[in-house]
């Protein structure tokens, strides 16, 4: 059982026994379960305990309290006196104990700090790091320091990982950051403020926290981009979807300059079904050969909903042409021959993502599809088995098992 940390403050359809009302009514329900376009339009990893910040004091419900103070980052000396290519890393914590047991901690096996990487704790020249176990006694606390070295070329914020008994918590070690949220109760945040604090929150996944200082800023700036975006986030992590329309609707994409933030926007324009937005954005990009693979895939599927079929084909054409095809280009060609009511070609294209991919759930079960359409059952039905083993999202996992029972004999 997962134990939380909490933040203290706060063959043929005809060669079996099935009525021909029923097929047709399969057919219909597999047709609308297709997988078109299937793209994952955002991934996050959450971690058992939460995301949360320097300067918070983290609770676990045995009383254990853990705060991040002070994360110091300074290249690291070799013994000759130059530089290597590494950073040392200091972090000065607390722990507490406000329970009724005593607690071990090993402060070279229960921590971790992880950027690109993941980087153990290890002994420092010093001397002033931690590095034998020691006890938490009920009703006192200890300061310490970890010790990391780190590849100098991850710039990318630091997490601290901390492992305690059945959880694992994260901590974001941003100094910047944490004089941040400090004045979040004194002064009125900029934007640019707005935008980076809320944007933590949001990736931690505290939408409640995020929405209180995002809809404030926005309010003083109504037409800033990057804040419009996070609301629509932060509406859609609710599942308001209207809501996170509304914010959409509001972007200008004559304001957007960069392309990173173009595709964050076409992303999630996407998952909305706000499709003219995702090629408003995106299609000035691919105009001077931006766009990578990936998002080149991401507006043809934008062309794919809003019918503009041959401007979808073009992009397709024109990543296999340059020798860019994977499985993703194979699958959403094979969507696209499928809704102009090509099933033989939509097949081939299918059978080539699995044939790079074969662990691709989406294709083998859109395949099964293809198969049920040409009423070769026998097939349709070793493509949705195969689906089973591939360990599916649920919406797959629940599609194949729909459809197997459906086509038994």
């Known amino acids: 059982m997962v134990t939380y940390f909490t933040m203290i403050y706060k063959n043929n359809l005809s060669s079996f026994a099935f009525p021909e009302k029923h097929k047709k009514t399969l057919l219909c329900f597999l047709c609308l379960l297709l997988f078109v376009f299937c793209c994952p339009v ?3 990893a959450k971690v058992s305990g939460g995301t949360f910040f320097m300067g918070e004091d983290v609770l676990h419900p045995t009383g254990f309290v853990l705060t991040v103070n002070d994360f110091v980052r300074r290249p690291f000396q070799t013994g000759l006196g130059g530089q290597g290519r590494l950073d040392e890393v200091y972090i ?12 071990s901690i090993d402060p070279l096996k229960d921590f971790a700090l992880e950027l690109l990487n993941s980087f153990p704790p290890t002994t420092d020249q010093e001397g002033k790091a931690a590095k034998t176990s020691f006890n938490v006694f009920p009703s006192t606390q200890s300061r310490i320091d970890i010790y990391f070295k780190i590849d100098s070329e991850q710039t990318v914020t630091p997490v601290l ?9 994260s901590i974001l070690c941003d100094p910047e950051l944490e004089k941040l949220l400090q004045k979040t109760e004194d002064v009125v945040l900029s934007t640019e403020q707005a935008v980076k604090i809320g944007g933590a929150f949001i990736d931690a ?26 609301m629509a986030g932060i509406e859609d992590a609710g599942y308001n979807s209207e809501n996170a329309m509304f914010y959409l609707r509001q972007i200008k994409p004559s304001t957007i300059s960069t392309q990173e933030e173009a595709v964050s926007i076409a992303r999630m324009a996407v998952k909305l079904g706000f ?42 054409d024109a990543i296999i042409r340059e020798g860019g095809a994977d499985e993703e280009v194979y ?7 499928d809704k102009q009511n090509n099933t033989e070609k939509a097949i081939e294209n299918w059978e080539k993502a699995v044939a790079i991919a074969p662990d691709y759930a989406e294709a083998q079960f859109n395949l099964g599809v293809g198969y049920l359409k040409l009423k070769k059952v026998d097939r349709a ?29």
């Open 381 to 409: 039905r070793e493509c949705w088995e195969k689906v089973l083993l591939l360990n599916p999202d649920s919406q797959t996992l629940q599609a194949a098992e729909e459809a197997l029972k459906a086509t038994e004999y």
């Open 275 to 316: 499709y003219s937005l995702a090629v408003a954005v995106l299609e000035p990009f691919e105009t001077v050969g931006r766009l990578d693979n990936s998002q080149k895939i991401l507006l043809a599927r934008a062309w794919y909903y809003e019918d503009n079929l041959a401007a979808c084909a073009a992009i397709l």
């Open 331 to 337: 699958f959403s060609y094979a969507n696209l021959y």
């Open 161 to 169: 990982k901390f492992c305690f008994e059945d959880s694992e918590v």
């Open 92 to 103: 000065n914590l607390t722990l507490v104990n406000t329970g009724v047991r005593t607690f």
């Open 205 to 230: 996944g505290r939408y409640q926290a995020a929405e209180k200082i995002v809809h404030s800023a926005l309010d003083r700036d109504p037409a800033n981009t990057q804040l419009l975006m996070q």
């Open 42 to 44: 955002f991934a996050s």
